[in-house]
């Protein structure tokens, strides 16, 4: 069943503008991971947040995780029309991966 | 460095053919896994193998059959294709330690 939940679905912002979105999750978790997908290709990996982290950052990338809510959170600051894509979060547990519907986030030059 | 292969790119069925959908990966990674990712739907577990000889069914086996040939090739098999396999499908691959995934480029499949 899908695991996580992505809040908005789709986002249009300027060149430059921070982008931020949620996810929510049901069950426990070993992780929570953020993947992108560009149009036409395969997922591409982001960033890894254990369930003892509650912040991570890589880059531009920022995530949140809050475990009591079961949610996590992903802001792309200063974003860049090469940012255009599809954000999934992935609930990691029984080695399996749970995606959510994903976000499509369209940056505007 | 290739990383996960899968072929063919597209596959135009009529229903009630059959195909396989091959996937291989070259960064000798314990776990291979099948998706299909339909519109609004987000991506699917089909089947999952955690280890070379060991499948396991996902969230949507029905109509589909996997063969994990050797620790590189996972293949997804449809035996009886129908519409609601129209789909894009995905293969990807992890090692045990972590379960980051990587994906190959995907195989999109029309059934008429």
């Known amino acids: 069943s899908q695991q996580g939940e992505e809040d908005p679905q789709a986002l249009s912002i300027q060149e430059g503008e921070n982008a931020t979105m949620n996810c929510s999750y049901k069950t426990s978790i070993n992780n929570l991971q953020w993947y992108r997908q560009n149009s036409g290709r395969g997922l591409v990996h982001l960033i890894l947040i254990r369930s003892n982290e509650r912040e991570k950052h890589s880059g531009r990338l920022r995530v949140t995780l809050d475990t009591s809510k079961k949610s996590s959170s992903l802001l792309i600051t200063a974003s860049r029309a090469a940012d255009t894509a599809s954000y999934f979060c992935?609930?990691?547990?029984?080695?399996?991966?749970?995606f959510g519907k994903g976000n499509q986030v369209v940056v505007i030059p | 460095n290739a990383g996960v292969t899968q072929t063919p790119k597209f596959q135009v069925l009529k229903t009630g053919q059959s195909m396989t959908l091959q996937c291989a990966q070259d960064?000798?990674?314990?776990?291979m896994y099948w998706y299909r990712q339909d519109p609004g739907m987000g991506l699917r577990l089909i089947y999952y193998s955690a280890s070379e000889g060991t499948t396991d069914k996902g969230e949507v086996p029905n109509g589909y059959n996997v063969s994990r040939l050797n620790k590189r090739e996972f293949s997804l098999r449809l035996e009886s294709a129908a519409p609601s396999q129209t789909s894009v499908y995905f293969c990807?691959?992890?090692?045990?330690?972590?379960?980051?995934?990587?994906f190959g480029a995907g195989t999109r499949l029309s059934v008429l």
């Open positions: 960064m000798n990674h314990n776990s």
């Open positions: 990807a691959s992890s090692d045990l330690a972590k379960n980051i995934q990587y």
């Open positions: 992935a609930t990691e547990g029984n080695n399996r991966l749970a």
